[in-house]
């Protein structure tokens, strides 16, 4: 009997089925790709693009994406620091829930705060280091014309902070200017996890 959190008088059951027999059953290894990078660095475009990658390779993976999980998991949240810390939270734990059912978890979030990373354990980090005058001019959405004329309070790179990673193992970024593209940075990652082990069970 144990108390956690908020949370007393609870039990921790155990299934017959475990993680190791999931992963046998799918050749692959679970675990948590974190992109993180500013807003329009290309960290949905990467997911999306590692996805296709790994289907391909016959292996199971599943998108966390930022922004679609604040349209139902998230969507009591807001870009506050401690919201975006619980945000981090909670997609840390689903990840490490889809990697225990043996899945690779490809979870792209902006994820700005160093601490709020270094919480979720056991997560692969691959930095999108793209310069902001890039995400800037990308400015798909718009929103950072809306931040520098004030209309955005507390936008990613312009009033609110990105720490860059200190480690991770992964870090894309322009070569000699210019951007790889999406199937490139895929490729890069697919081979780690492939070099890891990721993609088959011994
Ligand atoms: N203030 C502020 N700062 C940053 N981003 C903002 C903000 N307001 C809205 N958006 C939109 O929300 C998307 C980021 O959501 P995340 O859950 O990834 O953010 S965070 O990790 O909690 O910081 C982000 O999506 P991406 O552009 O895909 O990164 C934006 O579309
Ligand atoms: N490797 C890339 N090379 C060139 N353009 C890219 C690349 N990756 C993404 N983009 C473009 O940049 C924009 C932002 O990408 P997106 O994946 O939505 O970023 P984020 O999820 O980080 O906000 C989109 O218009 C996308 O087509």
């Known amino acids: 009997m144990s108390t956690v959190g908020n949370s007393t008088n609870i039990f921790w059951h155990e299934c017959a089925v475990g993680n190791i027999d999931r992963q046998k059953l799918l050749n692959q290894k679970g675990c948590v790709v974190w992109i993180t990078g500013l807003s329009g660095s290309g960290k949905s475009t990467l997911a999306c693009s590692l996805g296709r990658e790994l289907h391909s390779r016959g292996k199971v993976s599943y998108v966390l994406d930022g922004d679609n999980l604040r349209h139902g998991l998230n969507k009591n949240l807001g870009f506050s620091a401690e919201d975006r ?114 993609l088959h069970y011994d």
């Open 85 to 198: 810390t619980e945000n981090i939270r909670r997609v840390g734990e689903v990840g490490k829930l889809f990697a225990d059912a043996g899945l690779i978890c490809i979870a792209s979030l902006i994820s700005p705060y160093r601490n709020d990373r270094d919480a979720c354990r056991a997560m692969l980090p691959v930095f999108m280091n793209m310069p902001l005058e890039v995400c800037e001019e990308r400015d798909v959405k718009g929103l950072y014309k809306l931040a520098r004329a004030g209309k955005i309070k507390g936008f990613t790179g312009i009033d609110d902070p990105y720490e860059p990673p200190l480690n991770c193992e992964i870090e894309l970024t322009l070569a000699d200017g210019i951007c790889p593209s999406p199937i490139d940075m895929a490729g890069q990652v697919a081979s780690y996890l492939g070099d890891k082990g990721f």
